[in-house]
């Protein structure tokens, strides 16, 4: 019994120094060859990990309170939702009854700005352009950059299949909220690039910040349900460990958190970027994966980690900026949201 205690024990150990033992190039090559980090990890990093996601998450999410607020209100001016009224108010109490009525004055206002925007943004010819820099005297830069929009112009339409309805609802969803994210993503299960504009309220970071680039986090909330974990695992792309939701009900989708956020997973004093997937109401992690590349990472010639640029998968999209220097936009349902 003792011997076996040990031997857990050891191997326990070997797995916790297995990254720390690493010199700093190499461990960097190894953790952005696209592994599923989670299965090399032991039980106390994952745990570790698991509540310094928790804990960002829960802040981040906090400081959008008054955000979602003004989302909220302004969704439901827009799809003119009925609500109960008692006021005017008089001595005695509010009105018995009093009327009612709301003016579609956000909704026009987003469908006319859908209208404008709409043809600038996807015109009819190539939506990507590309612009010649320094001297070209031969023209072949600007044949090259031709080349280029030409395919990329064909990859949006064509390719992707949802680039065009998803840019028609930012267009129209996105001056309501204010700002909405659009996330880019590589598909393991179909081996090509995804794209996707993510519902509102569903990208959670710290409304302090000046810009994306700055945040300490950024975390999306997911649903899948139960063939696309599956798939998922199936690749790779997650662990086998099961999750609770898959045991309550199979037609209803499981609850995810999906943050890059960052670790010090080889001890170094030094976090690096990482993206982590794990369950919303738990402490599951099924997914950890580098959230850069080799040539995005900094080391000095004595073998020291100096500064890694996190990769960027979200694109941010504002109406206005906040009246108050935050990061979260303000759209129309805020501007017209007493008059209506």
Partial sequence: MDNKTDSVDNNTEQNVNKFAEM?????????????????????????????????RYD?????????????????????????????????????P???NLKYPLVTSAALQYNARAYPAIVPSGNPVQCKVQGEDPEGLKAARGQRVARYISHQLKTKSHRWETDTDRLLFVGPIVGTMFRKWWFDPATQSMKTKLCAPGKVILNNNISAIQEA???????????FEI?????????????????NTNEKLPIELIEQICRFDLDD??????????????????????????????????????????????????????????????HGLGALLNDIS
Wanted: overall charge negative; glycine content about 8%; proline content about 5%.
């Fill in 216 to 226: 300490p986090a950024i975390t999306e909330e997911l649903e899948l349900y139960g």
């Fill in 23 to 55: 010199p700093a190039l190499e461990f960097l090559e190894y953790v952005t060859t696209g592994k599923n980090l989670a299965s090399e990890m032991d039980d106390r990093q994952l745990e570790d990990m698991a509540h310094e996601v928790r804990v």
């Fill in 97 to 99: 009854a009093p009327s």
């Fill in 230 to 246: 599956e798939t998922r695992r199936r690749t790779g792309w997650f662990t086998e460990v099961e999750l609770m939701g898959e």
């Fill in 268 to 329: 170094d004093g030094y976090p690096e970027p990482y993206v982590v997937t794990m369950e919303r109401n738990g402490n599951t992690i099924v997914r950890v994966a580098a959230a850069f590349d080799l040539e995005d990472a900094r080391v000095s010639e004595e073998g020291q980690i100096l500064h890694i640029e996190p990769s960027t998968f979200f694109i941010d999209y504002h109406f206005l900026p906040s009246f108050d220097g935050t990061f979260m936009g």
């Fill in 59 to 95: 802040i981040d999410k906090d400081t959008m309170a008054d955000w979602f607020g003004i989302m909220e209100k302004g969704l439901n001016l827009a799809a003119m939702k009925r609500e109960s009224k008692n006021y005017p108010y008089a001595e005695g109490g509010g009105w």
